[in-house]
């Protein structure tokens, strides 16, 4: 009966029965039982796997030319079990096509064919494809047990079963994979939440039972989310679990600050997790580790190309948050465009075209320091420059150059990467992060030996980046020799240029923002005057003679808040002789600072200050991101 062409649901249930009873055998050894491949093919193949989780063993060798794909449906139905059926001639219960939408079985290759026992029976071209399994499992909100199909083009078996059945594109269009904006709803989420929540009014009197997918508002909300998300220029998505009866709450960062976007039923926080889990392709059942992942979100809505870096991380109570970072850009950003002050910019130029040393960029997470090293690069990407990048993850992509993703599971680190360019004949290198005294000494000795090397570190200034080297254990001479610039960065609000209002700036103010600007020279004889302070002041930003103090009251594009977008603020510590000895002979970082300033470094602060004059942002965000 196994190996028979099932045409009846009678059929169907005897094959089944007598499958259940099978003992359980692995594909790789029924292939080898039935002469299909050699043990060292299989051995290749497992090898090739290990490397590869995510392609079922089967399609590895479908895919290596092993097998043919007919002799791996023999297998699976000699010698696991599976029944083979007539998808074409088999009666379909219209009931359970319904429950999977065109859209994902195009994609997953997949046709439900009815209810036995409480599961759908399904059938798959290949049954050990387990997350394709998981994920109908999700959107049906079934058990599902797998069965071969006879037909071997399944792509058009699936659009031939849908459309007997009058499922087409056009009526497809509300489905979990519709075409453009088909899988969100022009209503945004405030309707998807509201057909969510158009449930019995009894159920919350009964029990507390999961939502359900039957008609993938769920689905639809998180795509939504995401879209809106993407247009409303947030950076991270942050999903919170709470115990209990507690709504689950989601909520945006933008431009640097968290709000408050929507809160759902408790009854639904499992299956919003799940099915951000499947769309990054992990492990929807591990609950108690954190995971990272990727969404290529143009998988689910084309009209959407865009990638989130997603990171699950168990919390108490048995629940799990997520927080969904939206990839700002694909292509690095014009140096010229950072808002970097004229002498900034020139000095790192100058760093960065020369033929070998170190440039750090340095500040707390979210400051933008990876996309200022790409913008960095693609002042310097050439066709004579052979440009190597260790990344974590990749998220900004330039043709030329040669960008590798690291990955600490497997012993792919930072430092391992950068021992493989050495060998690779690079004329630059970047390096995502250096997190260890390893992968610092790597870098020193790189950028000695003929090598620009660029990399980050988390610290708070860029004198403060040289003592944390050399804590790190660098030898400080080799260390002095390589370095040839730190660029320390901070990102504010950026006031919003539709309702930015100017007034001229009074007495007390200004006399405030030069105390401020002066306070980094302390009492040392090279201060200036406050009067030539002010004179240089209102010949840069002052207009017809006067400098003016700005302010946004809000507006309908900035939401009412007087701020849109974000702006950086720049520290850059250029290496001379002074600096250089005080390295070497280990001096503090106070030290290092008031020699960078007394040879033309403007700290973050007086950057800011500098940007206040200008319109850019508000003395206050400047405060709250920067020291003296």
């Not at 029944?83 to 429950?99: F, H, K, L, N, Q």
């Not at 309707?191 to 158009?198: D, N, P, R, S, T």
């Not at 790409?374 to 990344?391: G, L, Q, V, Y």
């Amino acid at each position: 009966m196994l190996q028979q062409k099932i045409v009846t649901p009678e059929q169907l249930a005897t094959a089944l029965d007598t499958q259940s009873r099978m003992p359980m055998v692995r594909i790789g050894e029924a292939l080898v039982a039935l002469g299909y491949i050699s043990q060292p093919q299989l051995e290749a193949a497992l090898d090739q796997q290990r490397s590869n989780k995510g392609l079922p063993l089967g399609e590895l060798l479908v895919t290596r030319g092993d097998i043919k794909r007919h002799e791996l449906r023999t297998a699976l139905a000699r010698k696991m079990g599976y029944p083979v059926v007539d998808v074409e001639a088999y009666p379909i219960d219209p009931a359970a096509i319904s429950r999977l939408p065109l859209g994902a079985a195009r994609r997953l290759l997949a046709v439900p064919l009815s209810e036995m026992n409480g599961r759908l029976v399904l059938a798959i071209d290949d049954p050990s494809k387990r997350q394709a399994i998981d994920e109908i499992e999700f959107i049906t909100q079934s058990k599902v047990m797998p069965v071969l199909p006879i037909q071997e083009d399944m792509a058009l078996l699936v659009q031939s079963i849908y459309a007997r059945h009058g499922i087409t594109e056009a009526t497809a269009t509300a489905t979990l994979e519709g075409s453009g904006l088909a899988a969100l709803d022009e209503g945004g989420t405030g309707k998807l939440l509201a057909a969510l929540e158009e449930a019995p009014q009894e159920r919350d009197l009964v029990e507390d039972k999961p939502v359900e997918q039957s008609d993938n508002s769920l689905v639809r909300l998180i795509n939504t989310m995401i879209y809106e998300a993407h247009q409303q220029n947030v950076s991270d998505i942050h999903i919170e679990a709470q115990p209990g009866r507690e709504k689950v709450r989601i909520r945006f960062r933008r431009d640097g600050v968290l709000k408050p976007y929507l809160e759902l039923p408790h009854t639904y926080r499992q299956a919003l997790l799940a099915r951000i889990k499947i769309m990054c392709d992990l492990d929807i059942s591990e609950r108690r580790r954190p995971q990272d992942g990727k969404i290529n979100f143009a998988r689910f809505v084309p009209s959407c190309p865009i990638e989130l870096r997603v990171a699950t991380i168990p919390t108490n109570n048995n629940l799990e948050d997520a927080v969904l970072r939206i990839l700002a850009s694909a292509k690095p950003i014009p140096l010229a465009n950072l808002g970097l002050s004229p002498a900034n910019r020139s000095a790192l130029v100058r760093a960065i075209e020369r033929p070998y040393g170190m440039v750090l960029c340095v500040g707390p997470t979210g400051s933008g320091k990876t996309t200022t090293l790409h913008s960095a690069m693609a002042e310097i990407n050439t066709p004579d420059r052979k440009i190597w990048t260790a990344e974590d993850p990749v998220e900004i992509t330039q043709a030329g150059l040669r960008q590798v993703q690291v990955n600490p599971k497997i012993d792919w680190t930072f430092a391992r990467a950068l021992r493989a360019f050495l060998r690779a004949d690079p004329d630059v290198i970047m390096v995502g992060e250096i997190r260890d005294a390893e992968t610092a000494q790597i870098a020193v000795e790189s950028s000695l030996t003929g090598h620009l090397v660029m990399s980050t570190l988390h610290t708070n200034s860029a004198a403060e980046t040289v003592t944390r080297l050399l804590d790190m254990g660098m030898d400080p001479f080799n260390f002095a020799d390589s370095l040839l610039a730190v660029l320390a960065q901070r990102l504010v609000r950026r006031i919003c240029p539709k309702c930015r209002q100017s007034t001229p700036i009074g007495a007390e103010p200004l006399q405030e923002l030069v105390d401020d600007y002066l306070h980094a020279w302390g009492e040392a004889e090279n201060r200036p005057n406050p009067d030539a302070l002010i004179a240089d002041w209102t010949t840069r930003f002052g207009r017809d003679g006067k400098l003016l103090a700005w302010r946004s009251p809000g507006c309908d594009h900035c939401e009412g808040s007087g701020f849109r977008g974000r702006a950086g603020l720049h520290e850059l510590l250029s290496v001379s002789r002074g600096v250089r000895h005080l390295i070497q002979t280990g001096s503090r970082a106070e030290l290092i600072q008031a020699q960078a300033i007394a040879e033309g470094m403007r700290t973050l602060r007086q950057d800011g200050i500098e940007k206040v004059l200008q319109g850019i942002t508000t003395i206050e965000e400047v405060r709250a991101t920067s020291n003296t």
